[in-house]
């Protein structure tokens, strides 16, 4: 994309002159704008989203003041923050203090340059994208320890300890579980991982059930993967159930604790950032990415007649079990199926690969992790240890011996 | 190198923090995660209620007992009425005893929706916290109707009740009781049985009867030790024996007997007990007589003392009262369950992780109103 960028500003007579190495620098720096600006707008909307599905889940409305239904409430505390005092505690380490928020936000900013949006739309096509992903998430944890050393409060120390020993023992089994999908692919770019998840076929490669050729559906293995990985993960970015750095009820704010405003804010922002990383990684690895799920428009307007018949079972199951009529899912499902068999323009743009498709699978998963956070009670230290190094990381072993030999069964790979 | 240097942290745990109920301060020693000792530091909230009590009279008095257990207004109160009009022997109309059993139950059912609610935000589930107060704001509702009040009602006075309940009000408690016993089951589902909520709950803080007995730990938190003392049954008070009602006691369902869980287990058991008595007392419910009838003109309680005790939703709550004939009285004293129930932390407490504290002091729920008095 920076290529494709620099070429554009290039072919304008009056730019033309400029050269090279200054227009590639300067589309790297649009790129890099847009990236900060994507994160930040994603954090802004995120926010009042996480806030209207809590609000959901507990019976309330949520924020309803500020715009329609509360849409700029997001924006308004936004300002709210950026107005506020930037207090930096009297013993505080100053310079730390200040570096840490940065250090987080960057390095959960500049993950998403390999992050392809699209066949086309990425920043890096790098060919060693995962790799690169996963190696540069971890930095974070780097400036949560900064934070919290540097706050000189006992409980951001807590808060830091913490974090540092979850986020470095969860990031072995979201390696392992990472490495048994490179091992069915051969490659690190993520360009590729998305590109072998092309077209659709039978689930496991032989039970005869039509499906979309992702890897959460290649073999018992990568299925149980794809779970180990979002549960990692989940602990990887600090989320319910697995929040303990920042326990709200235990450590007051944890690592945060003495940060506010602007500094706050950005630990905020990274929250979010990271938060989209892994849903954007679990779509990407393990649900194809941009792909569509449908193989062509026929399959398009077969597949959501499959979706309604299904939405309809389940409200009339969620009907006869609490008596609630939940008209949304149906409704949803039944238009677009009818739009699909109506206009076959649609049932093809359904069908072709794309931003939207990667979107969705991305807030499909952010939606799960937010159900997790206002469902689930938080773990202690050591249960979240032993679930760790006892349970998961075990199991991301044995999935990807698992892999190794699923592939050396069906044929994939020849010794 | 030289030997690493190591030595035990003091964490000060509030009076300003997220999970102490309150203005309560704990001093944590710890090591690591590990807690050696911990010591509460009470006092952010004293009232002086009591020497309050020594200079107002009688039925001055009735307000502030509210304010003491704040979370259980109308528990206080009418344990407080009861030992003044036994000191006087009034008798009371049939209406007004039974009214009383209702709003102290309906009381008890509120406050142990704070304690599980809170229970659960302590261990970091929120929504089980909102649902059970969308229950507590039903009653709420109920008790503005009866009082005008929500949160402390002044409601039952000395001899009888400062109003008598609007019309209305029976067929909306039995609204409230025919929709919460579906509301208990969420609160299962959602909460009790989670495995989460179980490892972080079951086996942690574990409190023997006799530890239990040593510290005078009463009500919910002694009960789910295995101990049967529920003084409604045992030393029935009021019109207590007219119901039929179980009391819960902690078996050791996830763990063992004694443990967190237990304890908030008991809790949303003994909501289902009190929605029982709720509901005979309704149906029992004489429909003629004035509440006000029985209130004495002049309130001056013969020359003597006494201790009576009732069991509040946190436990025993006696109030031991000296009287030398006058309007004022020379002494009372509230023997406050939170107090002693609160003792107990260090024993249960120390050994765990900070983050077990947490979960054992929400589990023996607190209010630091009454701690401090």
Redesign the interface.
């Known amino acids: 994309m920076i290529q494709l960028l620099a070429n554009w500003i290039l072919s304008f007579d009056i730019l033309s002159g400029m050269g090279i190495s200054v227009a590639w620098g300067l589309s790297l720096f649009i790129v890099a704008a847009l990236i900060f600006v994507f994160v930040a707008a994603n954090a802004i909307v995120l926010v009042y989203i996480e806030r209207k599905v ?1 609000a959901f ?4 409305l949520g924020p309803m003041r500020v715009g329609k239904f509360g849409t700029l409430q997001t924006v308004a505390d936004a300002l709210k923050l950026l107005q506020k005092e930037d207090i930096i505690p009297r013993s505080a380490d100053k310079v730390l203090f200040i570096i840490g928020p940065w250090v987080i936000l960057v390095a959960s900013v500049v993950t998403f340059a390999a992050i392809p949006f699209s066949d086309t739309l990425l920043a890096a096509n790098m060919n060693i994208g995962l790799f690169y992903i996963v190696s540069i998430s971890s930095i974070v944890v780097l400036g949560i320890v900064m934070a919290g050393w540097a706050s000189n409060n ?1 409980w951001s120390l ?1 808060g830091a300890m913490r974090s540092a020993a979850q986020i470095i023992s969860y990031e072995i089994p979201v390696g392992i579980t990472l490495i048994a999908v490179v091992a069915v692919v051969g490659s690190l770019n993520l360009q590729t991982i998305i590109q072998e998840q092309a077209g659709t076929g039978n689930l496991f490669h032989w039970i005869p059930i039509p499906l979309p050729n992702w890897f959460i559906f290649h073999s018992p293995f990568l299925f149980v993967a794809a779970f180990v990985y979002l549960i990692g993960a989940t602990a990887e970015i600090n989320r ?2 697995f ?2 750095p920042e ?6 704010a944890g690592f945060m604790t003495e940060f506010s405003g602007l500094r706050w804010a950005l630990f905020f922002l990274s929250e979010y950032a990271n938060a989209t990383l892994v849903a954007f990684l679990v779509s990407i690895v393990f649900l194809g990415g941009w792909q569509s799920p449908f193989a062509d428009y026929e399959g398009t307007q077969i597949g959501f007649s499959i979706i309604t018949l299904v939405a309809i079972m389940w409200t009339l199951f969620v009907r006869a079990k609490t008596g609630r009529l939940s008209v949304y899912p149906l409704g949803l499902s039944l238009v677009i199926t009818i739009a699909a068999w109506l206009f076959p323009g649609f049932a093809i743009w359904m069908a072709s690969p794309g931003i939207f498709w990667m979107l969705m699978k991305a807030g499909g998963i952010i939606f799960m992790l937010m159900w997790f956070r ?10 979240l240890m032993y679930v760790s190094w006892k349970v998961i990381l075990p199991l991301s072993l044995i999935n990807l011996m698992g892999v190794a030999i699923w592939m050396w069964l069906t044929g994939e790979i020849q010794f | 190198m030289g030997r690493l240097h190591a030595e035990e942290m003091v964490l000060n745990m509030g009076p300003q923090h997220p999970s102490t109920h309150g203005v309560l301060r704990l001093k944590l020693t710890t090591d690591g995660e590990i807690v050696s000792h911990i010591e509460p530091v009470i006092g952010y909230l004293h009232r002086s209620f009591e020497k309050h009590a020594e200079n107002l009279e009688y039925q001055m008095i009735t307000p502030f007992t509210g304010r003491c257990d704040y979370i259980a207004a109308m528990g206080s109160e009418h344990g407080y009425a009861m030992a003044v009009e036994k000191m006087m022997g009034i008798e009371l109309p049939e209406r007004v005893e039974y009214l009383r059993v209702i709003f102290a139950e309906l009381q008890r059912i509120a406050s142990h929706l704070v304690a599980v609610g809170t229970f659960g935000l302590d261990v970091g589930a929120i929504t089980p916290f909102i649902y059970c107060f969308r229950e507590r704001e039903l009653i709420l509702d109920l008790f503005e109707m009866a009082s005008g009040a929500r949160l402390l009602y002044n409601y039952i006075w000395i001899g009888g009740l400062a109003h008598d309940v609007p019309p209305g009000f029976v067929e909306k408690t039995y609204e409230f009781l025919d929709a919460f016993d579906e509301h208990v089951a969420e609160y299962n589902q959602i909460l009790t049985g989670n495995k989460i909520f179980v490892e972080r709950a079951a086996d942690i803080g574990v409190m023997t009867p006799e530890v239990a007995i040593n510290y005078g730990v009463t009500g919910p938190s002694l009960r789910a030790s295995g101990v049967n003392i529920d003084i409604r049954r045992t030393e029935p008070y009021s019109i207590y024996d007219r119901f039929d009602f179980d009391v819960p006691l902690g078996q050791g369902l996830q763990g063992t007997i004694g443990d967190s869980w237990d304890r908030y287990y008991v809790r949303v058991l003994e909501m289902g007990e009190s929605a029982k008595i709720i509901r005979q007392a309704l149906d029992q419910l004489p429909v003629e007589g004035d509440v006000k009838s029985a209130i004495p003109r002049r309130i001056r309680p013969p020359k003597g003392e006494i201790y009576f005790r009732s069991e509040n939703p946190r436990g025993e709550l006696g109030y031991y009262i000296v009287s030398n004939g006058k309007n004022v009285p020379v002494r009372l004293k509230m023997r406050s369950p939170a107090f002693s129930n609160l003792s107990v932390i260090n024993e249960i407490g120390q050994g765990w992780m900070i983050s077990d504290v947490i979960a054992i002091l929400g589990s023996l729920d607190i209010v630091l109103g009454e701690i401090d008095r």
């Open positions: 809590s889940m507990q019976v309330r006992k807590y319910t159930p929040d303990i326990s709200e009820s235990e450590l007051v206002w469902t689930f009670p938080r773990l202690r230290v050591d249960q």
